[in-house]
């Protein structure tokens, strides 16, 4: 089906993401940093990105600045899976969505698989 970014540092959330994007078709690649993403992204030019924006060393918000620099990338769609609250940004929403490319905004503590595997497929729909 579709190559997904998956930028999850804590392992157990990957692997689970990972395992749950897989059985449903997609290629997964999972990073646990802003750099080996943006690494990864050069390699398999991804369909779509999940991201959590608390990383280690560089910020999922540096991520996607850099990430939206290659001209290549500016179209892929981003769901962002984090345990930040949406309300952090609400008055830099127009910047998430518009600059930044973010397609949706997933609270962790309130998002299960399903929510997850469903936002992808949607996304994934309006980007083809």
Same mark, same amino acid.
């Given at each position: 089906?579709?190559?997904?970014?998956?930028?999850?540092?804590?392992?157990?959330?990957?692997?689970?993401?990972?395992?749950?994007?897989?059985?449903?078709?997609?290629?997964?690649?999972?990073?646990?940093?802003?750099?080996?993403?943006?690494?990864?992204?050069?390699?398999?030019?991804?369909?779509?990105?999940?991201?959590?924006?608390?990383?280690? &060393?560089?910020?999922?918000? &540096?991520?996607?600045? &850099?990430?939206?620099?290659?001209?290549?990338?500016?179209?892929?769609?981003?769901?962002?899976?984090?345990?930040?609250?949406?309300? &952090?940004?609400?008055?830099?929403?127009?910047?998430?969505?518009?600059?930044?490319?973010?397609?949706?905004?997933?609270?962790?503590?309130?998002?299960?698989?399903?929510?997850?595997?469903?936002?992808?497929?949607?996304?994934?729909?309006?980007?083809?």
């Amino acid at each position: 089906m579709a190559t997904i970014l998956l930028i999850e540092p804590d392992r157990v959330l990957a692997e689970t993401y990972h395992q749950a994007l897989q059985q449903v078709g997609h290629k997964v690649v999972p990073c646990a940093s802003a750099q080996a993403a943006i690494i990864a992204a050069d390699q398999i030019q991804p369909d779509i990105v999940v991201l959590e924006l608390q990383l280690v &060393e560089h910020s999922g918000i &540096e991520f996607l600045y &850099e990430f939206r620099s290659y001209q290549d990338w500016q179209s892929i769609p981003v769901i962002i899976n984090s345990f930040v609250p949406v309300a &952090e940004f609400k008055s830099n929403n127009k910047v998430l969505s518009s600059e930044l490319g973010v397609v949706d905004y997933l609270y962790k503590p309130s998002t299960n698989l399903a929510t997850l595997l469903k936002k992808v497929a949607r996304s994934l729909k309006v980007a083809v």
